[in-house]
T-cell receptor, first 111, second 115 residues
């Protein structure tokens, strides 16, 4: 089955700097890659997703890139703010199978 | 539009007991998925229901079971609780079956502690 590895497990950045979180997946048939943000005491919330027919997608300060050949995808957050502090999860799916999540990255933005 | 609601939010049980958790999806959503979240293992898929039918099941023992009602509300049951079952149990709903490019909306979870 699919296996998703996520790195780093923790990340601290200064406010205004960029943050990058990387994930690799094992099943080359996976074609849907969402990213979720989980704040304390809340369930995960979708922040951006990408399908395998697209190499990059941006939404304001957030961007996701996908390299199908290498089977990895990354989340980029620019101009980080304290409210970006949370746990971020990547996930992968083949479109007709449940999402398989990475183990999460705890991002701390230091003011 | 109301979000996904889960009850209860917190639960304390002892080993050997059983527990039932409830999830009400967003109105109109027919797919409900359940996940177990622990610090060491992250989010692990338990099972998914769509229109009252179980579509997928994760790699969990038979002590974990679930069902979905005609109004799309779902329950999961854990029998003969073990210490290792202590976790945050998350429910997520979506319009279409999970994985079909449809956003999954998560509830706040039920924090289960087994003593």
């Amino acid at each position: 089955g699919e296996n998703v590895e996520q790195h780093p497990s923790t990340l601290s950045v200064q406010e205004g700097d960029s943050a990058v979180i990387k994930c690799t997946y094992s099943d080359s048939a996976s074609n849907y890659f969402p990213w979720y943000k989980q704040e304390l005491g809340k369930g995960p919330q979708l922040i951006i997703d990408i399908r395998s027919n697209v190499g990059e997608k941006k939404d304001q300060r957030i961007a996701v890139t996908l390299n199908k050949t290498a089977k990895h995808f990354s989340l980029h957050i620019t101009e980080t703010q304290p409210e970006d502090s949370a746990v971020y999860f990547c996930a992968a799916s083949k479109g007709n199978t449940p999402l398989v999540f990475g183990k999460g990255t705890r991002l701390s933005v230091i003011a | 539009k109301a979000g996904v609601t889960q009850t209860p939010r917190y639960l304390i049980k002892t080993r050997g007991q059983q527990v039932t958790l409830s999830c009400s999806p967003i109105s109109g959503h027919r797919s409900v998925s359940w996940y177990q979240q622990t610090p060491g293992q992250g989010l692990q898929f338990l099972f998914e229901y769509f229109s009252e039918t179980q579509r997928n099941k994760g790699n969990f023992p038979g002590r974990f079971s679930g069902r979905q009602f005609s109004n799309s509300r779902s329950e999961m049951n854990v029998s003969t609780l073990e210490l290792g079952d202590s976790a945050l149990y998350l429910c997520a709903s979506s319009l279409s079956p999970a994985g079909s490019y449809n956003e999954q909306f998560f509830g706040p979870g039920t924090r289960l502690t087994v003593l």
